[in-house]
C-alpha cells in the first residue's frame, strides 16, 4: 500500500461544514456571527488541529465572547458514545482563542471532532457546534504517508479577492487528502498593509477583502491579532483548516520583513521602532493563532521535531528568532549564525537520534539561494549564502557544520523543504560541484506562494555546489496570484518501499515536476 485511503472523509466534511455555514463572518467587516444574538458563544472562525502524532493532536477555535472550550471526539460522525475533553476558559487575554490537547489516541484512524462553546455562567448554553477531522499518524509503515508544503500568504497587498476565489489553492491542496500540511513561514504579512482594489497590468482591478487591521502595517497587539483573523475570513481556508492538521513555522512577515533580533526600524512607516517589541508582540498572537506544542513551553520556541510514525520525523527550524544580525556575511567566523548555538546542537542531536526512514528538514530560508536585504540601503544578506562560491564564511558556516555532522554520523534520508522567495524550484547539492566538499549529497525543494506576489528566480551561490535542476518563476516582480506562479508541494512516502517521491504544484495542482528518492542513503 502507498498510501491508506479513507473516502468518507470529504464527504463527512461537506456535511459537518455546511451545517456551520452559518458561523461565516461577514466578510467585509469581521461582525460578530448572526446567532451570536442569541447570547451564546460562537465559533465563526472555523477549527483548526496541529502538531498531530501517533496518539496525539492538537484543536484550535475561536470565541466571539468569554467560554468555555469543549472538545468531544468519536471514531464516526454520528458521535455515539463521544470522548469528551474540557479546555480552557476562553478570554480577552488570548482575544478568546484557545487550544486542546487530544491524549491517547489511537494510532493511524480517522478521528472526528467538534468543538462546543459553553457560557461560563451557565454550562447548558452552548453555541451551534463545529466540527472538523484528521487522520493520526500510523504506527505501521506499510500506510505510508503523505504532505503538502507550501508558504507565503496574503503578501504584497494581494489579500483575499472573492471574484478570484479567495484562496483557491487549499481547495487543490485538499483534493491530494493530505495527512498534514507544513506550513514554511509568512503565515501573514503584519507588515503589509491590503487596500480595497489593486491595479493589474492587463486593466483589471483585484479587490480585496479588507479590514481595520489590515490597513497598515501592524503594530500592537490587536493589530498582530488581526493578521491572523484576517486570514480566517476564506472560506477555502476554513475548509482545509476543519480538513488537515498542519504543522506551522515562521519567517519574517509574520513581525516585519527580513527583521533580525535587536534590530531599530528605519521605516517611517512605524511608530514602533524595536523590533524586539514588535516580535514579543506578533510571537504572543501566533501562539494565540495557531495549534503548536512547543508554543506552551516556558520558553514558547517554535522550532521543534514532529515525529510522524516509522516513515518521518519533521524537523522544524526557527532561522529567525536566533540569528545574528543582518550583514554582508562573509566574517571569517561567526558562532551565532542563523540558528543559534542551542538550536544548531538540539538539530544535530536529534537528528542522531531520529529512527525515522525520513528525515525532512522544515527551513523558512533557502541554502543555496542568494536573498539580499537592502531596506537599508547596504548589500546585506538575508538567508544563508551570500554569492561568493568559495568556502564557506558567514551564516554558510553553520550550514557546512550540520551538513559535515550529517555525513560523518551517516544519516539518512535527509531531505531539505522551503518556501520564502515566491517560485518554485528543486536543487541537488553535492560536494563534487562545491567549494565545500566535506559532506553527502542532498536535495532542497522550493515552494509557494500560496496566495502572494510570485519573483523571479534568485541566483545560486556555489559553496555547496547547487544544481538547479528545475526552476518555475516570472520573470517581472510581484506578479499576482490572478498571473499565476502561485505553487505547493506534495511529499508521497510509500509503505512498502520507502520511495519518497516529490511533487512541485501550481495552483490548480497541476504537477510541474517530480523526483523520486530512495530511501537509506547518507544525506540524500
Avoid at 245 to 263: A, F, K, L, R
Avoid at 304 to 331: C, E
Wanted: with cysteine.
Amino acid at each position: 500500500m502507498s498510501h491508506r485511503p479513507f473516502p468518507g472523509r470529504r464527504s463527512v466534511l461537506r456535511g459537518s461544514l455546511a451545517a456551520s455555514a452559518a458561523l461565516t463572518l461577514p466578510a467585509a467587516v469581521g461582525a460578530a456571527p448572526a446567532f451570536a444574538l442569541s447570547g451564546r458563544p460562537g465559533a465563526g472562525w472555523g477549527v483548526q488541529t496541529g502538531d498531530v502524532t501517533c496518539d496525539s493532536g492538537l484543536v484550535w477555535v475561536r470565541s466571539d465572547r468569554p467560554a468555555r472550550m469543549i472538545v468531544e471526539t468519536s471514531a464516526t460522525e454520528s458521535f455515539r458514545n463521544p470522548r469528551r475533553w474540557r479546555g480552557p476558559l476562553l478570554g480577552a487575554d488570548t482575544d478568546f482563542t484557545g487550544t486542546t490537547a487530544l491524549r491517547g489516541l489511537p494510532a493511524g484512524e480517522q478521528i472526528h471532532y467538534r468543538v462546543l462553546l459553553a457560557d461560563p455562567d451557565d454550562p447548558r448554553r452552548t453555541g451551534e457546534p463545529v466540527t472538523g477531522t484528521f487522520r493520526t499518524a500510523s504506527a505501521k509503515r506499510r500506510d505510508g504517508v503523505r504532505f503538502v508544503w507550501s508558504g507565503d500568504l496574503a503578501g504584497q497587498g494581494w489579500g483575499i479577492n472573492p471574484e478570484f476565489g479567495g484562496y483557491r489553492i487549499y481547495d487543490a491542496m485538499a483534493k491530494l487528502d493530505p495527512d498534514f500540511f507544513l506550513c514554511s513561514g509568512d503565515n501573514v504579512y503584519a507588515d503589509g498593509p491590503i487596500s480595497e482594489t489593486v491595479a493589474l497590468p492587463d486593466g483589471r482591478t483585484w479587490r480585496n477583502i479588507t479590514t481595520e487591521e489590515k490597513a497598515k502595517v501592524a503594530e500592537t497587539l490587536a493589530e498582530f491579532r488581526g493578521n491572523f483573523r484576517y486570514n480566517l475570513l476564506d472560506e477555502n481556508l476554513k475548509r482545509f483548516n476543519a480538513q488537515v492538521p498542519s504543522i506551522i513555522q515562521w519567517d519574517d512577515h509574520e513581525v516585519t520583513n527580513n527583521w533580525y533580533p535587536g534590530e531599530i526600524l528605519t521605516d517611517t512607516r512605524y511608530t514602533e521602532k524595536s523590533v524586539d517589541v514588535l516580535a514579543a508582540r506578533a510571537r504572543q498572537a501566533f501562539s494565540e493563532y495557531f495549534p503548536i506544542s512547543t508554543l506552551r513551553r516556558p520558553d514558547g520556541r517554535v522550532y521543534r521535531v514532529q515525529k510522524y510514525g516509522p516513515l518521518l520525523d519533521v524537523f522544524v527550524l526557527d532561522m529567525r528568532t536566533y540569528r545574528n544580525a543582518n550583514s554582508t556575511d562573509d566574517q571569517a567566523t561567526d558562532p551565532q549564525g542563523i540558528l543559534g548555538r542551542e538550536q544548531l546542537e538540539w538539530l544535530k542531536s536529534e537528528l542522531a537520534r531520529s529512527r525515522a526512514v525520513w528525515k525532512v528538514i522544515a527551513s523558512d530560508m533557502p541554502l543555496g539561494l542568494v536573498v539580499p536585504d537592502t531596506g537599508d540601503g547596504k548589500p546585506n544578506i538575508e538567508a544563508v549564502a551570500q554569492g561568493d562560491p568559495g568556502a564557506p564564511l558567514g551564516r554558510e558556516l553553520q550550514i557546512a557544520e550540520l551538513l559535515r555532522y550529517i555525513k560523518h554520523r551517516r544519516i539518512t534520508g535527509t531531505v531539505w523543504l522551503t518556501a520564502d522567495v515566491h517560485y518554485t524550484s528543486a536543487q541537488h547539492y553535492d560536494p563534487s560541484r562545491a567549494a565545500f566538499k566535506d559532506f553527502a549529497p542532498f536535495w532542497e525543494f522550493v515552494s509557494g506562494p500560496l496566495n502572494a506576489g510570485a519573483f523571479p528566480a534568485n541566483t545560486l551561490d556555489g559553496t555547496f555546489g547547487p544544481d538547479r535542476v528545475f526552476l518555475k518563476a516570472p520573470t517581472t516582480a510581484n506578479v499576482s496570484p490572478a498571473g499565476g506562479y502561485q505553487f505547493f508541494g506534495e511529499v508521497d512516502i510509500d509503505g512498502d518501499s520507502g520511495e519518497l517521491t516529490v511533487r512541485l504544484r501550481e495552483q490548480d495542482g497541476t504537477v510541474l515536476f517530480t523526483q523520486v528518492l530512495q530511501p537509506g542513503r547518507v544525506g540524500q
